[in-house]
């Protein structure tokens, strides 16, 4: 069996169908069409796709509609890769002309950046893995529900209090400042009673996010990873990281890495004039990640705040001097997680390519 064999399955997958294609190596269509995503349409599926001995599914989206169907093919013992949006969306408009979308175009699309593309990541059957991804999500959304209530509980402070209430507050400091208000209007009774259920609700989160943390910090400690040890990465960054990056030597160098997270600044020069702008794309939950590391690293005395204070005395912006700071602390998570790598290595089978530790 040659390279020139094995066949690209293109998906454009739903939550009850999915579009399938079936390309060659040199782009000719070899079939395709619509199943559902139910026992019976995923069996059949499987079976149509048989008769390709040598083959690998594209899936667009496999952090996102197309997990599912990524998970069940994993569990089946397919070899599945990840086509981004981004990537499917571009191509379909050099297809199309005009980018329109049909299930056919979306699925045709996927094959041809699974056929052309190399280094798309390939999705593996880790449980370890898949069990962090559950807990970092769900940890993300106690903070956002966390985040929520107090914008809300600031509101109906707002509205009892003259000034209302300090920007940073705890449960307990809302609860204090609760117990002196006493109004005598059916509205304010309203408020309060709403602001005092705000603030149970409050306590639970809290509770709820501390158990997520520590479950987190014991599975994230149990990979062997090193993440936490820099400065302003906690167990829910450590997660993310290793949930969306992966296998960290399928990035070539640090620079890849940066553009693959949206810290790299993309090149805006014309003719003689050199400037750089900021990137919009980019894995935003890893862009996330940084910022908060960089946050972290300017309210203590680090080598972070230190940097950051070398590029604004050199004419640099606040937001100039913090784009290259998080740059830094890109080059510096990819290291960290190469270091890794090559110690999983040294105590395991097989090794990783460019395992360089050159400092950033």
Not at 73 to 100: C, H, I, M, N
Not at 101 to 124: C, E, I, N, W
Not at 185 to 208: H, M, P, S
Not at 228 to 246: C, K, N, Q, T, W
Request: glycine residues 8%.
């Amino acid at each position: 069996m040659t390279l020139s064999d094995r066949v690209v399955i293109g998906m454009d997958p739903h939550k009850r169908s999915a579009t399938i294609e079936v390309m060659a190596a040199d782009e000719t269509v070899l079939g395709g069409g619509r199943f559902g995503t139910d026992r019976a349409g995923f069996a059949a599926m499987v079976a149509y796709a048989k008769q390709w001995p040598d083959r690998v599914w594209a899936i667009e989206g496999c952090e996102g509609i197309g997990r599912h169907i990524a998970t069940r093919l994993l569990a089946d013992g397919e070899q599945v890769v990840d086509v981004p949006p981004k990537l499917s969306a571009r191509a379909r408009v050099f297809v199309t002309g005009q980018g329109r979308k049909t299930d056919a175009t979306d699925a045709h699309s996927v094959a041809l950046v699974g056929t052309r593309m190399s280094g798309l990541r390939p999705l593996v059957n880790d449980e370890q893995l898949a069990v962090l991804r559950l807990l970092v999500d769900r940890r993300r959304s106690l903070g956002d529900d966390h985040t929520r209530m107090v914008c809300q509980l600031h509101q109906l402070l707002l509205e009892l209090i003259p000034g209302g209430a300090k920007k940073s507050l705890s449960a307990a400091q809302a609860k204090a400042l609760l117990a002196t208000v006493r109004p005598r209007d059916a509205v304010g009774k309203a408020r309060r009673r709403v602001a005092a259920e705000l603030i149970a609700d409050l306590e639970r989160v809290y509770q709820r996010s501390k158990q997520a943390d520590k479950e987190l910090k014991e599975l994230v400690a149990a990979t062997g990873t090193t993440l936490m040890d820099l400065h302003g990465i906690g167990p829910s960054g450590a997660a993310r990281l290793l949930v969306e990056v992966g296998d960290i030597t399928r990035f070539p160098n640090r620079a890849h890495f940066a553009s693959w997270n949206g810290t790299a600044p993309i090149d805006a020069s014309s003719g003689d004039q050199v400037r750089h702008r900021l990137s919009r794309a980019g894995n935003r939950q890893i862009n996330r990640v940084l910022h908060i590391m960089a946050t972290v690293q300017l309210r203590n005395a680090t080598l972070g705040r230190a940097y950051f204070d070398r590029r604004k005395a050199a004419g640099k912006t606040s937001m100039e001097a913090m784009r290259s700071l998080k740059r830094r602390l890109s080059d510096l998570v990819y290291r960290q997680m190469i270091n890794d790598a090559v110690a999983t290595a040294a105590t395991g089978p097989g090794g990783h390519r460019d395992t360089s530790t050159s400092p950033a």
